[in-house]
């Protein structure tokens, strides 16, 4: 009997050791429904970059994926655009059971920029929607973002509508537009769908 408790009291520090290791700075247990978490090639999103150089802007940004973390970094110039910004491939989700999206960030104190695209059209060219959200320099954060704070634009432009119909989502973005110059740094862990009852932060 002592060797089966002594067998079992192992496995489970064995458990408990591998969840605080992938831990983040007091993350607790990770629910809601994974988008993506950099880790497997499964949840590989097809991001890549658009800078402001496609509108004749000098900011610079780039991205790598390495230790199951995605890391964004470059720097902003406002003479000419003045943002920078990393978009997923397209894609198909059906996000209607959820009250919006949960970044897990390690940020460098200025704002970022969630975006979100469906297939909403304005004159026939793609809507995106975009919410904002503050980073903490150097920690470790979980935000979440509800699906009602994202607003349409067009080309940067504030539109109106359509409002946001989280059943069509086809593309995801991660953008710095804070219209400050200098070097920026976000690293991104994971991102989720959080149901209502599961919203941390607003």
Same mark, same amino acid.
């Given at each position: 009997m002592r060797i089966v408790a002594l067998t079992i009291a192992l496995i489970i520090g064995g458990l408990?050791?591998?969840?605080?290791?992938h831990s983040r700075d007091g993350e607790g247990t990770a629910t809601g429904l994974l988008l993506t978490d950099f880790v497997s090639a499964k949840t590989d999103l097809g991001w890549f970059?658009?800078?402001?150089?496609?509108?004749?802007?000098?900011?610079?940004?780039?991205?790598?994926?390495?230790?199951?973390?995605l890391h964004f970094a470059?720097?902003?110039?406002?003479?000419?655009?003045g943002f920078s910004s990393i978009r997923t491939g397209a894609m /198909? =989700? %059906?996000l209607s059971q959820y009250e919006g999206v949960r970044l897990r960030v390690k940020g460098d104190?200025?704002?970022?920029t969630w975006r979100l695209t469906t297939n909403a059209r304005y004159w026939g060219r793609q809507v995106s929607y975009w919410a904002d959200f503050e980073t903490e320099d150097g920690a470790w954060t979980t935000?979440?973002?509800?699906?009602?704070?994202?607003v349409p634009r067009f080309r940067g432009t504030r539109l109106s509508g359509p409002a946001l119909d989280p059943a069509q989502v086809t593309g995801m973005g991660l953008m710095?537009?804070?219209?400050?110059?200098?070097?920026?740094e976000? /690293? =991104? %862990?994971?991102?989720?769908?959080?149901?209502?009852?599961?919203?941390i932060k607003l």
């Open positions: 408990l050791m591998t969840v605080s290791a970059v658009v800078n402001d150089n496609v509108m004749g802007g000098r900011s610079q940004g780039d991205f790598k994926v390495e230790q199951g973390e470059g720097s902003t110039n406002t003479r000419g655009g /198909r =989700l %059906d104190g200025r704002r970022y935000v979440d973002i509800p699906f009602s704070r994202f710095i537009y804070d219209k400050l110059d200098g070097p920026f976000l /690293r =991104l %862990d994971s991102v989720r769908a959080f149901p209502a009852e599961e919203q």
